[in-house]
């Protein structure tokens, strides 16, 4: 089953509005990475946040982790058209010596001129 | 980072035939992975590939109808045996440039496989 719940599934905002969405999840983890995926091609690393952190800041991007609620949030301010993509966030989990990427659902982000 | 790239980038397939996806790197990596996203659908580990060793398959994947290959740090190519109209999706690759925890990953575009 899919580690992480994205919160909303999807989401249309004005140009220049600022868009939130929320990941949560259900085991410890060692860090949590953001991705976006532009329509069905490879994804982008955005930023990743270890366990330790609670906030970390990319340009526009704005990332937060509460690992007492298991919930992580991204932030990004000032929004354009080219950031209309799917969003996904993933959790990175010890796996056998390795570390492993769960992903979760997605929010597909449309941003609207 | 790293520049991955896969091919094909697309196929057509008929059902009962298999295809092999193949995952260069231009640079060394330790660890590289192999996904399946279905149609409008998250992300899902198939495998780890690690050089040298025999691939880690997650739950619900086999090694006889996802065989994978990983001959050196640069290179890897994961085959999708006996399609059916269910192995319809995006497998894409990506690597972890050195091992250990905490690392992004970088992925290719992908190749978006349908099966008649």
């Known amino acids: 089953s899919q580690q992480g719940e994205e919160d909303p599934q999807a989401l249309s905002i004005q140009e220049g509005e600022n868009a939130t969405m929320n990941c949560s999840y259900k085991?410890?983890?060692?860090?949590l990475q953001w991705y976006r995926q532009n329509s069905g091609r490879g994804l982008v690393h955005l930023i990743l946040i270890r366990s330790n952190e609670r906030e970390k800041h990319s340009g526009r991007l704005r990332v937060t982790l509460d690992t007492s609620k298991k919930s992580s949030s991204l932030l990004i301010t000032a929004s354009r058209a080219a950031d209309t993509a799917s969003y996904f966030c993933?959790?990175?989990?010890?796996?056998?010596?390795?570390?492993?990427?769960?992903f979760g659902t997605g929010t597909r982000l449309t941003i609207i001129p | 980072s790293a520049v991955i790239s896969q091919k094909p980038s697309r196929d057509i397939c008929q059902r009962g035939t298999s295809l092999t996806i193949q995952c260069q790197v231009d640079?060394?990596?330790?660890?590289m992975f192999w996904y399946r996203q279905q149609p409008g659908q998250s992300l899902t580990l198939i495998a780890t590939a690690n050089q040298g060793s025999e691939a880690t398959y997650e739950s619900g994947f086999v090694i006889d109808k996802f065989p994978i290959s990983r001959p050196n740090l640069t290179f890897s190519t994961l085959t999708v045996s006996n399609m059916s109209p269910e192995d319809s999706s995006i497998y894409l690759c990506?690597?972890?440039?050195?091992?250990?925890?905490?690392?992004?990953?970088?992925f290719g575009d992908g190749t978006r496989l349908s099966i008649l």
């Open positions: 993933a959790t990175g989990i010890s796996n056998f010596g390795n570390e492993k990427l769960t």
């Open positions: 640079s060394q990596v330790t660890m």
């Open positions: 085991t410890s983890i060692n860090n």
């Open positions: 990506s690597v972890a440039i050195t091992g250990g925890w905490n690392q992004p990953q970088h």
